[in-house]
């Protein structure tokens, strides 16, 4: 058992120097840093928006429907702060009808959009925004009645606020979700006639999603 030993302990003083020596002629290599991601919303970009609306009114019937259309814009980001300037449009059918004695009446909205500032909260790749800004609507009232039909179109401005959140789920591609509350003011349908009708101002809730491609390389690497 000794010579066992004395053995083990001469290969052991043997081999420490060339292990001493391995190590040493070994390169030291750093293990790699991890790379985050950092998303800079500054930029310009276009998209598509659709969604639903409906008025705002305890009358009936109510006007509602759907709309689809486009939307362009352009954000500022200054440290989490993100200000921006976007426009839509959309076509729309947004309607609401009644009838009686063999007459009916439809209001119908055919065109919608917005012209809004907004100002948010970015985390990373998702932002918080409150909107606001000038809304108007194209709108149609018609009347059908046995023999005769009638119509008269008026263009409607006003005012809308709202909040959203947009991300980003690919490389320059983000989706986003919103609410906007619309009050357009009255017009006054078949002036001049005896079938002269003032619409009152126009309230409409409406919802809609969207998807936008920015032109900028929103991804940056931070080491």
């Not at 007459?103 to 809004?116: D, I, P, Y």
């Not at 970015?122 to 023999?147: C, E, M, Q, R």
């Not at 179109?153 to 989706?175: I, N, R, Y």
């Amino acid at each position: 058992m000794k010579k066992v030993l004395l053995a083990s302990a001469c290969l052991f003083a043997l081999a420490a120097p060339a292990s001493a020596a391995d190590l040493a002629a070994r390169p030291y290599t750093k293990a790699p840093v991890a790379v985050a991601s950092v998303y800079n919303w500054t930029g310009f970009y276009l998209g598509a928006v659709g969604g639903g609306a409906w008025e705002n009114t305890s009358a009936d019937p109510k006007m509602q429907g759907g709309f689809v259309g486009g939307t362009a814009g352009y954000n500022w980001q200054s440290g989490a702060v993100v200000f921006g300037l976007e426009a839509d449009a959309a076509w729309a059918n947004v309607s609401a009808s009644a009838s009686a004695l063999g007459v009916t009446v439809e209001s119908k909205t055919n065109a919608l959009g917005t012209v809004r500032g907004r100002i948010g909260w970015a985390v990373n790749n998702v932002l918080f925004y409150g909107t606001g800004g000038y809304a108007w609507i194209d709108n149609k009232l018609s009347g059908t009645a046995p023999g005769v039909a009638v119509s008269d179109t008026k263009f409607h401005s006003g005012w809308t606020v709202g909040a959203g959140v947009e991300a980003f789920l690919a490389p320059q591609w983000s989706v986003k979700g919103e609410y906007l509350y619309r009050s357009l003011g009255g017009q006054t349908y078949f002036g001049g006639t005896v079938l002269a009708t003032d619409s009152g101002t126009l309230n409409f809730h409406s919802v809609q999603v969207g998807v936008n491609y920015h032109f900028n390389a929103p991804v940056v690497a931070k080491y």
